[in-house]
T-cell receptor, first 113, second 113 residues
Framework: GAVVSQHPSRVICKSGTSVKIECRSL??????MFWYRQFPKKSLMLMAT?????????EQGVEKDKFLINHASLTLSTLTVTSAHPEDSSFYIC?????????FGSGTRLTVV | KQEVTQIPAALSVPEGENLVLNCSFT??????LQWFRQDPGKGLTSLLL?????REQTSGRLNASLDKSSGRSTLYIAASQPGDSATYLC????????????FGKGTKLSVIP
């Protein structure tokens, strides 16, 4: 079946630094990828939708300059949290679709200290 | 704005018991509804997907029902096992196969041996 690989699974960074999270579709071409985040005891919330070769579409309240999304190829999307702060600490997870269903990555636990 | 609610937030049952998890959504204009399983620190595993035109789906010991008009879905787990312990998430697709999901907060299930 379709597999999505997400790295890293855990990352701890200092406040003010940037962190990049990768999401790769291993055995299919993902026309669209999605980024979600989940704060403790909260629902998974969609952050942005990215289509290969075009700018990402961000949900209301998500800062596009802070959460940079690049979807340069059909198998890779990256999320960069710029100038991370402790309030950005969360569980980030991607999903990918080739138009007939979607597959989730294993998630990234980001802790900003 | 679509809101998804899951009740109960947590559930503990002895092994072998049958159980029901509940999910409700505020906007009945959904494309499909999906149940996921999330293990601690892990990604999401899709369990069952019900299209808006369907009433239920079954997979092994799992049965999911959908009543779109009333905005409700249930996940029935038969003969629960300790390996079923996880958080179960309900999510609805916004529409037209957008694959942009709105999630509930989940029900944390513990099956006691």
């Amino acid at each position: 079946g379709a597999v999505v690989s997400q790295h890293p699974s855990r990352v701890i960074c200092k406040s003010g630094t940037s962190v990049k999270i990768e999401c790769r579709s291993l055995d299919f071409q993902a026309t669209t990828m999605f980024w979600y985040r989940q704060f403790p005891k909260k629902s998974l919330m969609l952050m942005a939708t990215s289509n290969e070769g075009s700018k990402a579409t961000y949900e209301q309240g998500v800062e596009k300059d802070k959460f940079l999304i690049n979807h340069a190829s059909l198998t890779l999307s990256t999320l960069t949290v710029t100038s991370a702060h402790p309030e950005d600490s969360s569980f980030y997870i991607c999903s990918a679709t080739q138009g007939t269903g979607y597959t989730f990555g294993s998630g990234t636990r980001l802790t900003v200290v | 704005k679509q809101e998804v609610t899951q009740i109960p937030a947590a559930l503990s049952v002895p092994e072998g018991e049958n159980l029901v998890l509940n999910c409700s959504f505020t906007d009945s204009a959904i494309y499909n509804l999906q149940w996921f399983r999330q293990d601690p620190g892990k990604g999401l595993t899709s369990l069952l997907l019900i299209q808006s035109s369907q009433r239920e789906q079954t997979s092994g010991r799992l049965n999911a029902s959908l009543d779109k008009s009333s905005g409700r879905s249930t996940l029935y787990i038969a003969a629960s096992q300790p390996g079923d312990s996880a958080t179960y998430l309900c999510a609805v697709d916004r529409g037209a196969g957008s694959y942009q999901l709105t999630f509930g907060k989940g029900t944390k299930l513990s099956v006691i041996p």
